[in-house]
């Protein structure tokens, strides 16, 4: 029986996460933390705490009460927000990993790690359209340059310690079930909800800058399926490209003027511009399918009825 630990419950990706391990593992097998208040649902639904990577000691000793097996570790600081505090986030994000590794090294139950790296590791340098798995990767964000000295980490402690962590480089992730938190592709959350609640919204990039995507169910999927993978099956110990759809600004307004043809979007770049523009516009991912049978489902009109739905559910039900 798998016991899992999910770092970073109450973020984007974490919040879905957990339902979804917990529908495959039962409710008292996956534990949900983070270092702010985890949603009512997800801690009414299993066990939960208020827990800070950051902190080794209580960390390790959780993970050995609970006879932890597993780790997902999503809690990090964004590239917008990272930005602002480069050297706060560096040392987070670094030394968070750090502290998920040492410990999957001398923990005997814990058999896998899963840390997500980013499309942010990618540079200006970077092929931009159809990025392969194996580039020039020089990143000009301090969220990018954490993301690569991470993927340098995970496949040393895999090779010099044979720890079992695998990783993706998500693109930017979509979602109604949570807001945006400090992504440079998070405009692609905001104008879903400026659309519904208003009617207009101020981009911060420019109409024509596009970037891939994925929606959280396809993400939430291929992390599973990555995990689930055989252990023989894992080629790339540093991330695995995942690619999802790529659109720009004007192109996801085009899609949500079909439903709403009175919405309206102007455009304002602010810092995020030159960060996105040092980011592949499309992946190859084929290395991934090939390996452990990634795919997706969502594209963009897909993705555009379900959102809108969605926003207005959550909308209605306040």
């Keep these: 029986m798998e016991r899992i630990l999910i ?24 534990y949900a933390t983070d270092i702010k208040d985890i949603p009512k649902d997800i801690k009414k639904a299993g066990p939960s705490a208020i827990l800070d990577v950051m902190d080794d000691k209580r960390l390790i000793h959780y993970v050995i009460r609970h006879k932890i097996t597993q780790i997902y570790h999503l809690a990090a600081v964004l590239s917008g927000n990272a930005e602002k505090l480069p050297l706060q ?18 923990v005997e139950d814990v058999k896998k790690v899963f840390w997500p790296s980013s499309i942010a ?19 000009s964000t301090v969220y990018g340059i954490s993301k690569l000295a991470g993927e340098r980490w995970c496949e040393y402690f895999y090779n010099r310690y044979d720890v079992d962590v695998r990783s993706v480089r998500y693109p930017g992730l979509i979602s109604y079930k949570t807001e945006a938190g400090g992504g440079t592709t998070d405009y692609a959350v905001e104008i879903f909800y400026e659309a519904i609640k208003k009617g207009n919204y101020e981009c911060f990039l420019k109409e024509d800058t596009a970037l891939p995507m994925m929606f959280m169910e396809d993400a939430v999927n291929a992390t599973i399926k990555l995990m689930e993978a055989p252990k023989e099956n894992i080629k790339i110990r540093s991330s695995y490209n995942v690619g999802g759809i790529s659109f720009a600004p004007k ?12 919405f309206k979007i102007t455009y304002n770049p602010d810092f995020r511009q030159p960060i996105a523009e040092s980011w592949p516009q499309s992946i190859d ?18 993705l555009t009825d379900t959102m809108l739905e969605g926003v207005r559910t959550k909308f209605s039900s306040k």
């Design 7 to 30: 770092i970073g419950a109450a973020g984007q990706i974490g919040s879905e996460l957990v339902t979804a391990m917990r529908a495959i593992h039962g409710n008292e097998n996956v």
């Design 89 to 106: 986030a560096w040392h987070i994000n670094m030394q968070s990993l750090m502290n998920i590794l040492d410990l999957a090294k001398v």
């Design 121 to 139: 590791v990618f540079g200006p340098t970077t092929p931009r359209v159809n990025t392969p798995q194996l580039t020039i990767t020089e990143p």
């Design 251 to 262: 192109r996801i307004t085009a899609e949500i003027k079909k439903h709403l043809p009175d």
């Design 285 to 302: 991912d084929s290395q991934a399918q090939k390996d452990w049978g990634l795919e997706t489902k969502y594209n963009i009109t897909k």
